[in-house]
């Protein structure tokens, strides 16, 4: 849990999975994110690739790209990411086949519906809510519970539980909700009674 450049290698090679999202990239974390997605990659240690906004800049495409070259197990992108990582293509189920296989990376597409696609599999699951759109961070979250599930689990497995989590999380937090903010507090807790009922 670090984005030091002096260390993420480090620790990015003792883990068990490795998340690099790109939601802040400064000139520290840049450096950071090679480090990590190297240092995971040398040691054969799963990793997940967030490309945040990699749409909105050139820089945090360059990045993006350049991180997909140390093979990622799986890559997180949102719908609009996902069409700048592969402009080519129109749809999104077309777009992240073609990404899969040019990375021989998992992606986990979300959206409505979320799609994950590996090699041969594609897979649309629904759920979730507007409120998810609307506030800052549900989409690292994923990406931090689709991380520790890649610990456990082989990347399609663990891209598919993590979404269904987070639908069955939302549908739970929506019969306690009145608002984004109460909506936030109860899909914690939803997730929280997920993890109880799984053990």
Not at 50 to 56: E, M, N, Q
Not at 117 to 122: F, H, K, L
Not at 148 to 156: E, F, N, Q
Request: negative net charge; charged residues 25%.
């Amino acid at each position: 849990m670090t984005h030091a450049p002096d260390e993420a290698a480090v620790l990015a090679a003792a883990a068990n999975a490795v998340l690099v999202n790109l939601g802040q990239p400064d000139a520290e974390r840049r450096a950071g994110a090679r480090a990590c997605a190297r240092g995971a990659a040398e040691a054969g240690r799963p990793w997940l690739l967030d490309p945040v906004l990699a749409h909105a800049t050139e820089g945090r495409m360059r990045l993006a790209r350049e991180l997909m070259g140390h093979a990622p197990a799986i890559i997180k992108p949102n719908r609009a990411e996902l069409a700048a990582l592969s402009p080519t293509v129109e749809h999104p189920e077309d777009a992240a086949r073609t990404l899969a296989r040019s990375c021989g990376a998992v992606v986990q597409c979300t959206g409505d519906p979320d799609i994950v696609v590996g090699r041969a599999e594609t897979c649309r699951i629904s759920g979730g809510h507007e409120w998810m759109d609307r506030s800052v961070g549900f989409g690292c979250a994923l990406g931090g519970l689709t991380a520790a599930l890649l610990a456990a689990t082989d990347p399609l497995d663990a891209a598919m539980a993590a979404c269904r989590a987070f639908a069955s999380a939302a549908e739970r937090a929506l019969d306690r909700a009145r608002g984004p903010a109460s909506f936030r507090i109860a899909f914690v807790d939803a997730l929280h009674e997920l993890s109880e009922e799984a053990e």
